[in-house]
């Protein structure tokens, strides 16, 4: 059967009921009021003509308005005859009426006036008593009728309520869980409802589905376990160790590469939790860390070392998040995690030659190069003989180059011990003011030489910072001979200081009026040789670099604000 047509059957036989049960009361209630109204016009009223004869005749009958009191009741008596004998009692009534009217001192015709009321009211009561039954014997049957109709209603609308629900929500149910078995790739779902309904129609078009999926999934299962075995075979074959796993840190899959450095089974590792295997490996400890970590609290990327090759190798970590989205869904969900670690080693083996290397030619020119400057100094002693404008022009020339040798060994020389680690840091309690007036000393000469005015701007009495003062007062001299350098003449270089007493730092900054820096060229104005391509001015490109070294090795952090045109703003910020 059709829904649209049970619910029509049930809705309408309760609907049928409930007017039938409708009519019935109204039917019955009429009837009682019928009834009773009979009692009250017939009866009723004549036992009160009556009582009010018998008040006239217990008064004086010679009195005309007795007589008429009780002419007039009479008179409405003989107007509501309704019962059988009534009126032959009202007819005898009249007639000793008559006699008293003539003879109102015959006190035997009183009696038979009161017999005669006493006559019609016994009758009217007889008539009252027996339509009260009547009204009895009708109500009766108005409860028995609206009680079986009433019982009836009740016991068709607790079959509907028991029944219709159910035969639309169970295969509603049943199907949406078979939907759900489906979704779980569980194609061999059926659902079997009655065929000529609209469930029977909407299972068989869902049988279908199903029958369908189930074919191309067994049609696909082969391709997808070949494709399954060549990604298993591409990964074996890497070079570099990696990991799998899924949304819960299981170990998926362990290459042949990770399995060597991590000195396991594949059967010792795989399929088995990450945070287990971690408890009996160290390695496997320091892989998975980042994992269990919140973001904030998660190490920066530093090289691994590790024992592979016969050899200490070093390898860098990368952790590739897997997410999809599934067909149907818009938001991704988060499905593993890939570890890769790329072997650095020949690039670290060729970063220490290189370090080595820069080392040691910094320190084996450092030496002739101050025998130069001494031998220019004895030159322009006016005591080994006189020299020529000429001569003196040379003079300057070489000390001028001698200088900047000096200095780019000396920056190559403090970059070789921060790439090695040897890089000595005094912390202390430093007052910035000591840092400030050194630097200010150092760059003075050659503010006035371009005549740019310093300008210092302090929030009054500074906290003491934890820092290196030699190393923190070379980064300020550093970003000062910039300022300096990029900024046109008779113009002012602004240094501010300020204490964030929120964060308890403090920070110094160098404001310049120079050309500024595009932003392309920003996030590489740290970077170790970087400079800004159009530069006339000559460098190294390496002391930007150190100081960014320097002020991170103390806690801190440098950056830059600048923009074309509009000067750059160096700030670096220390602990108190």
């Known amino acids: 059967m059709k829904i649209k047509v049970k619910l029509r059957l049930g809705v309408g036989l309760l609907f049928i009921f409930i007017m039938l049960l409708s009519v019935l009361g109204t039917v019955y209630i009429n009837a009682l009021n019928k009834d009773t109204q009979n009692i009250l016009v017939a009866n009723y009223n004549t036992l009160d003509y009556s009582r009010e004869m018998l008040m006239a005749l217990d008064n004086d009958m010679t009195s005309t308005a007795t007589i008429n ?86 016991v068709i609308a607790f079959v509907l309520l028991i029944n219709l629900p159910s035969s639309i929500a169970d295969p509603i149910a049943e199907l949406t869980n078979s939907i759900k078995q489906v979704a779980a790739k569980k194609y061999s779902e059926r659902v079997h409802f009655e065929s000529h309904s609209e469930f029977g129609q909407l299972a068989a078009a869902f049988n279908t589905m199903a029958q ?65 295997v971690a408890l009996t490996n160290d390695l496997m400890r320091s892989l998975v860390q980042d994992l269990v970590l919140p973001p904030d609290n998660r190490k920066t990327k530093e090289p691994l070392k590790i024992y592979a090759d016969n050899k200490e190798s070093y390898f860098e970590k990368e952790l590739v998040v897997i997410s999809i989205t599934p067909t149907g869904e818009k938001e991704p969900q988060r499905i593993g995690h890939f570890i890769v670690l790329r072997n650095i080693t020949p690039f670290k083996e060729l970063d220490f030659a290189k370090t080595n290397f820069i080392a040691t030619i910094s320190h084996e020119l450092k030496t002739p190069i101050s025998t130069i400057k001494a031998s220019i100094h004895l030159l322009e002693n006016t005591q080994t003989g006189p020299i020529n404008t000429e001569q003196k022009q040379l003079i300057e020339s070489i000390k001028e180059d001698s200088n900047r040798l000096l200095k780019i060994t000396s920056e190559l020389l403090q970059l070789s011990q921060v790439e090695t680690g040897n890089i000595q840091l005094s912390i202390q309690q430093s007052d910035p003011s000591t840092i400030i007036q050194y630097a200010l000393e150092a760059v003075r000469i050659t503010a006035d030489q371009k005549q740019v005015r310093l300008e210092v701007k302090t929030d009054g009495s500074m906290p003491s910072v934890r820092a290196d003062t030699e190393k923190t007062a070379w980064v300020l001299i550093n970003l000062l001979t910039n300022a300096i350098r990029y900024s046109p003449e008779k113009s002012t270089v602004l240094i501010t200081v300020k ?78």
């Open 499 to 576: 204490k964030d007493k929120e964060a308890d730092t403090v920070s110094f900054s160098v404001k310049d009026v120079g050309q500024g820096i595009n932003e392309k060229y920003r996030d590489k104005i740290f970077t170790r040789y970087f400079q800004i391509p159009g530069s006339s001015k000559s460098g190294t490109g390496l002391g930007l670099a150190i100081s960014k070294e320097f002020i991170e090795a103390q806690g801190g952090k440098i950056e830059v604000e600048s923009g074309p045109g509009t000067g750059s703003t160096f700030t670096f910020t220390l602990h108190c």
């Open 212 to 276: 369908k999926l189930e074919e191309y999934d067994n049609s696909t299962l082969s391709k997808i376990i070949f494709e399954k075995q060549r990604i298993e075979t591409l990964i074996n074959n890497m070079h570099d160790p990696v990991i799998g796993l899924d949304e819960k840190k299981t170990i998926l899959f362990v290459n042949n590469e990770a399995l060597k450095i991590l000195g396991m089974k594949s059967g010792e590792i795989t399929g088995k939790p990450a945070q287990d």
């Open 69 to 154: 009191k009780f002419a007039g009741n009479l008179s409405k008596q003989e107007n509501n005859i309704t019962e059988i004998g009534e009126k032959e009692l009202t007819d005898q009534l009249a007639q000793d009426f008559e006699k008293v009217k003539a003879d109102p001192r015959d006190n035997k015709i009183y009696i038979a006036v009161r017999k005669d009321l006493a006559d019609i009211m016994l009758l009217n009561m007889q008539a009252i008593l027996r339509k009260s039954n009547i009204a009895k014997q009708t109500a009766a049957t108005a409860i028995l009728w609206i009680g079986l109709s009433g019982t009836f209603c009740f």
